[in-house]
């Protein structure tokens, strides 16, 4: 027995719709298919497929059974789209079809309806602001991004971490390695990744370099074996006993002695010979790194005083690659000594023993090849 409400084909005996619970009246298995929309319904009514039945619904998605055929004994024209209480709409104004709460778009002819965002809100309980199809003609409103989970592959990300190293040419260089940049806050520095056929270079790691985040500054060590990566002295840097300095291509090891306590100072009326050093004058030595074979290798030299202008004379003397004029400024100042190159040329390096501070426009020299870093 066929129900009228829903059109359930119900089995013989039943006196309620097993789909929709309304009281079955009288036997309506021959009364003729009721009216949708003008058109009469075929054996699957409403689409609803019989059971047993292998053919496919006309449309392509189902409806809220709760009002899936209310109101069909009242034919819907195109003109005149059925609106519940509430404001929404329960029927597609193109073709009639019967709607759920919130849709957007007419499952049978996409027909885009035009439902407010509090609407779909209101039914659904969630908000379809982002959801819903933009109309032609009407600029969408993007949201804006947070980035507190994981980010869209492909997504460009600019690195706030990064530093890159430039190499400077080399007098009748044919070919000088492209600039490299670098995009973490450890980065190992070898051969491979700075300048790849440079074998003064090692192919293991050169040198580390490291970012710290609480202190706002970039570091740098050397981890070659041949111990050859240094950093210009462009401004004052700060010397500590056993320290590498490199002039040139001479290499000198810097030792400082202990700044004598002043004496107690005396009521002294005589006089003092010219050219004597004071009692506590603070004095260091600048030893050369030698080779084996050299021939006429310079000496240790002494510094006593504040203030020294070093250059090939109190260096090494038949070096040429040390400027005659000053190579470099050796200062002792507040317990401290320093030192700053003056050179034309700019060779006048700190070697990094231990990890040393850089600077937005430092000069590193691994090998035999000097870097720019920026950063």
């Known amino acids: ?64 059974e709760s009002n899936a055929f209310s109101g069909v004994s009242t034919p819907v024209t195109n003109s005149t789209p059925s609106t519940s209480a509430a404001g929404v709409l329960d029927r597609c104004p193109e073709c009639g079809y019967p709607l759920r709460p919130g849709t957007s778009v007419c499952p049978k002819c996409h027909h885009m309806l035009e439902l407010a965002a509090t609407e779909l809100e209101d039914s659904c309980g969630t908000s379809f602001e982002h959801a819903m199809p933009s109309k032609p003609g009407k600029k969408q409103e993007v949201a804006p991004t947070r980035f507190d989970g994981t980010v869209m592959p492909g997504m460009n990300m600019t690195p706030d971490i990064w530093f890159s190293l430039t190499p400077i040419a080399h007098q009748g260089e044919r070919e000088t390695p492209q600039k490299v940049e670098f995009e973490d806050r450890h980065v190992e520095l070898n051969r491979d990744n700075i300048d790849p056929k440079n074998h003064t270079i090692t192919s293991k790691v050169q040198a580390v370099v490291d970012y710290d985040s609480k202190k706002n500054r970039w570091y740098i060590q050397d981890k070659s074996s041949q111990r050859y990566t240094f950093v210009r002295c462009t401004d004052e840097m700060p010397l500590m006993d056993g320290d590498e300095i490199l002039m040139g291509d001479r290499r000198f090891i810097f030792h400082a ?119």
């Open 257 to 375: 002695e202990k700044a004598q306590v002043a004496p107690q100072q005396m009521d002294f009326m005589g006089t003092i010979a010219v050219g004597r050093q004071r009692a506590n004058a603070p004095k260091c030595t600048l030893t050369p790194i030698v080779d084996e074979d050299e021939q006429d290798a310079p000496v240790m030299q002494t510094y006593r005083g504040d203030v020294h202008q070093l250059n090939r004379a109190n260096l090494d003397p038949e070096n040429h690659t040390i400027t005659s004029k000053v190579q470099a400024i050796l200062n002792f100042e507040d317990g401290n000594w320093y030192i700053k190159d003056e050179s034309s040329l700019k060779t006048t390096y700190l070697y990094c023993a231990d990890a040393i501070d850089l600077k937005d426009g430092d000069m590193i020299l691994m090998g035999n090849r000097t870097f720019i870093f920026n950063c």
């Open 1 to 64: 027995m066929r129900c009228k409400n829903c059109g359930w084909d119900n089995p013989a005996g039943l006196t309620k719709c097993e789909k929709c619970n309304t009281p079955l009246e009288g036997d309506v298995s021959n009364q003729p298919a009721a009216s949708y929309n003008g058109t009469a319904c075929e054996s699957n009514y409403a689409d609803t497929v019989t059971e047993g039945s292998n053919a496919a619904p006309v449309y392509g998605k189902t409806v809220c």
